[in-house]
């Protein structure tokens, strides 16, 4: 028999998963689990250890399930790369600065244009600490 528990998720992460469902008939904990690239935890054949896609700028590779931290302006932002996309707040973008730029608001309460490499913390799936992730790059 399967334990089943509850847990809170946001309403970016509930999106994600509903996008990740086939059907309606899907569950939305199969859509999770091919998310995670678990398999079909019913045939251990199928399980996979594969990864999604990573996102990859110059030197700099953030494997799929990096979590991303930014503060700005006392607010704080967090996203994960999901199959190489920036996924913030609601919002896909393809770069840090892309997401930076989605998703800042100045204290006038407009938009502004930063360099996201300057702000963005990241968290590797096995990482223990925030890293800058300026201090990635070469």
């Known amino acids: 028999m399967t334990n089943f528990r509850t847990i809170s998720i946001d309403f970016d992460v509930h999106k994600i998963i509903e996008l990740e469902r086939t059907s309606f008939s899907e569950s939305e904990n199969d859509a999770l689990r091919r998310l995670l690239s678990l398999g079909d935890p019913h045939n251990i054949d199928t399980v996979s250890t594969k990864s ?58 407009t938009k502004t244009h930063l360099n ?21 790059y070469n």
């Open 52 to 109: 999604k896609k990573a996102w990859t700028d110059r030197e700099v590779t953030l494997p799929h399930g990096t979590a991303l931290l930014m503060k700005y302006n006392g607010r704080k932002y967090e996203g994960v790369i999901c199959d190489g996309e920036w996924f913030v707040e609601g919002g896909e973008y393809n770069s840090p600065s892309g997401a930076a730029i989605g998703v800042a608001i100045t204290k006038n309460g």
């Open 116 to 136: 996201g490499k300057n702000y963005w913390y990241v968290k590797r799936p096995g990482d223990t600490d925030w890293t800058l992730i300026k201090e990635l």
